[in-house]
């Protein structure tokens, strides 16, 4: 496990999503990152990834899976109402270049299809997801958001509750046709 590379941001933003796209391919709804989409995710991505926060792993060389932990914009701005300007844009900026880490999100981890269901897989999921924990928690985080894990994804599912967490939402997409 190494963390990200910030001088070959772009490099890594593009194994990370080939990954992503990879270990999704099979979920409901999934809809690949476009190149265009990974060079944008890439500048974009840019203020918020941190090399203590952003891990690949690899296996005999080759990247088999990654974890994104951001800091929880939504818990940073929660207090301005919606209002960015004329002076939340100045609160917000505060907030996230302070260093404190209160709370954290991961919003994309993946492992590679022929990982996923083996305890290799397992591992390097427990041991991203425990190494970012120390590291944020060393900055202050009291809070981790692990969310959007499919129901139906046993293996992740398991190895959050193993680490203590509880599921505290649920969100459900229902179809109908229209005509």
Sequence with gaps: MRPIDMKRLDEEVAVVLDIYNEAWSD???????????VAHGAKSLKPVVKPYRTYICEYDGEPVAFMLTIPDVNHKISDLNGNLFPFGIFKLAYRMLNGKENR?????????????????????????????RQHVEKRGAYWGELGWILEDNDGMR??????????????????????
């Design 27 to 37: 979920n409901w709804g999934y809809v690949p990152f476009t190149d265009d989409e």
């Design 104 to 132: 954290c999100r991961v919003p994309l981890m993946g492992v590679r299809k022929k990982f996923q269901k083996g305890p290799l897989g397992a591992a390097m999921s427990m041991w991203m997801i425990d190494v970012s």
């Design 158 to 179: 398991s190895i959050l509750e193993e680490i203590g967490c509880v599921v505290y939402k649920t969100y459900r997409v229902y179809e109908k046709p229209i005509s």
